[in-house]
Nanobody
């Protein structure tokens, strides 16, 4: 059972940056695809970004491409989401997830383990 803990959320002015971290409890984390999703009030949980188990391949939602980057440090059991040029539309709870499957990375069903989420608020 992999436990995931997100950190790094907070409030930031539009145009600013935040870096989210996802820390896993297991060394086997390095073998998982890791994704970030977000959920705004009253909306569905949407895909943001994902990274392959060796960090060789990444994928981003169109809405964040060019502004967000994803990386992993398997020695520390961490995956990072660097978020730049934030705008109010990025306000949401951000969740990290890990999965061993190779199905569509944008599907929540791909992932076996989820964190509790961290709030990101972007104000004008």
């Amino acid at each position: 059972q992999v436990q995931l803990v997100e950190s790094g959320g907070g409030s930031v002015q539009a145009g600013g940056s935040l870096r989210l971290s996802c820390t896993a409890s297991e060394r086997t984390y390095s073998k998982y695809i890791v994704g970030w999703f977000r959920q705004a009030p009253g909306k569905e949980r949407d895909f943001v970004a994902a990274i392959s188990w060796r960090g060789e391949t990444t994928s981003f939602a169109h809405s964040v491409e060019g502004r967000f980057t994803i990386s992993r440090d398997d020695a520390k059991n961490k995956v990072y989401l660097q978020m730049n040029s934030l705008n109010p539309d990025d306000t949401a709870i951000y969740y990290c997830a890990a999965g061993a499957g190779a199905t569509n990375w944008q599907w929540t069903q791909t992932y076996d383990y989820w964190g509790q989420g961290t709030q990101v608020t972007v104000f004008l």
